[in-house]
C-alpha cells in the first residue's frame, strides 16, 4: 500500500441525510479522474465524527461496493465507544478493506496505556491491518517516538497516519522503522514530508487535486525538487484559498463544478452562502487544471 490517497469527502442532501448517487460519483471521480493510489473512508474529512454507526456502515459499503479492487481502500474505524471500533472493524474487514485506521481516543485524556489498550482492543478478534491515525491539532494527543514504538509492538499495526508538522519526529520515525508505512497528512507540507521517505499521504484536498499531489511524489523519487517545488507551490496557492473559503464546503462546491454531486456538509457544518459559492468557482476556474 502506498501513494497518493484521498481522504473521502461525504455527500449529504440538504436535509443532511447521506446522498449514495453522490458518494458513488465521488468515488468514481477520485479513481477516474484523479487517479489517486487509494481512498481513506469515514476520516475527518468524511465528516464520521458526525455519523451514526449504521450510517457510517453505509458509507463503507457504499464505497467498497463503487470502488471494488480498483485501489486501496482503508477503513477509519476509530470511535470513543470501543464496541462500535470492533463491530466496525469486523464488518469492513468483512467488505474486504485492506487496512483498518484508528483516531487516537480523544476528549477524556486518556493515557498512553489506555491508548494502547484501545489499539489492541479493536484489533484482537480481527484480521486485518491498522494504520494509527494521530491527528494531535484536533485530538489534543500527541504521541513521542517510543510511545509509537510500543504501539508498532502489536504487529497488525503496520503503520501511521501522520498528521502533525513535526518533521523533526517524522524523520525519526522513519528511520527508527524502516519496515512500517508512514502515511503523512497535511497536503501543504506533502513535499518535505515526501524527502524524508513517507510512504505516501492522505488529505482531503486530493478529493481535487490528486493529480498534483501524485506529481509531487513522482518529482521528489526522481529527484526532480524543481518540479516538486513547482507542484507544491500550485498546490498550496489552491489548499490557502481552500481552507479561507472553508475547507469542506469549498472542497464540495469544487466538485459540483467538475460535474460532481458532492451535495452538502452535515450540521452543525454551515450551508455555503452565495459568495462563498461565487469564491469556489472562482478558484476552480483559476487554481485548478
Ligand atoms: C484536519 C484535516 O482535515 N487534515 C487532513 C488530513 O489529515 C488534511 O488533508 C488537511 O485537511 C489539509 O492538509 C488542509 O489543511
Ligand atoms: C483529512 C483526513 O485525513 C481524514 O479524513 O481523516
Known amino acids: ?7 473521502l469527502i461525504n455527500s449529504f442532501d440538504e436535509k443532511g441525510n447521506i446522498n449514495e448517487q453522490g458518494l458513488r460519483e465521488i468515488v468514481r471521480y477520485n479513481i477516474d479522474v484523479s487517479q489517486v493510489d487509494g481512498l481513506y473512508v469515514n476520516g475527518s474529512t468524511g465528516e464520521n465524527f458526525m455519523l ?9 459499503k457504499i464505497v467498497k461496493d463503487e470502488a471494488g479492487d480498483e485501489v486501496d481502500l482503508i477503513a477509519q474505524v476509530g470511535a470513543l465507544n470501543i464496541f462500535e471500533a470492533k463491530d466496525l ?9 485492506d487496512a483498518l485506521s484508528a483516531v487516537t481516543p480523544f476528549y477524556y485524556k486518556f493515557d498512553f496505556e489506555e491508548i494502547k489498550d484501545y489499539y489492541n482492543s479493536i484489533l484482537e478478534d480481527v484480521d486485518n491491518q ?55 497528512g497535511f497536503d501543504e507540507m506533502l513535499l518535505p ?10 488529505g482531503s484536498t486530493f478529493n481535487v487535486n490528486g493529480k498534483r499531489a501524485k506529481g509531487i511524489l513522482k518529482a521528489v ?43 452538502y456538509c452535515r450540521k452543525p457544518m454551515k450551508k455555503p452562502g452565495d459568495e462563498q459559492i461565487e469564491s469556489a468557482k472562482e478558484i476552480g476556474r483559476t487554481l485548478l487544471d
Open 193 to 202: 514530508a515526501s524527502v524524508y521517505g513517507i510512504d505516501g499521504a492522505i
Open 89 to 97: 472493524a469486523a464488518y469492513v474487514t468483512d467488505l474486504g478493506y
Open 130 to 184: 491498522m494504520l494509527i491515525y494521530s491527528i494531535p491539532a484536533l485530538t489534543g494527543v500527541n504521541m513521542d517516538l517510543k510511545q509509537f514504538g510500543e504501539l508498532f509492538e502489536n504487529e497488525k499495526i503496520t503503520g501511521v497516519k501522520f498528521t502533525a508538522p513535526d518533521f523533526f519526529l517524522l524523520e525519526r520515525l522513519r528511520h527508527a522503522y524502516p519496515e512500517k508505512l508512514i502515511f503523512s
Open 221 to 263: 523519487h526522481e529527484g526532480d525538487l524543481g518540479e516538486a517545488r513547482k507542484l507544491q507551490k500550485e498546490s498550496n496557492d489552491l489548499i490557502t484559498a481552500i481552507l479561507d473559503n472553508g475547507l469542506y464546503q469549498t472542497i464540495k462546491e469544487l466538485l459540483k463544478v467538475k460535474g460532481v454531486d458532492a451535495g
Open 1 to 7: 500500500m502506498k501513494g497518493i490517497f484521498t481522504a
Open 52 to 60: 451514526s454507526a449504521e450510517e457510517k456502515k453505509k458509507v463503507f
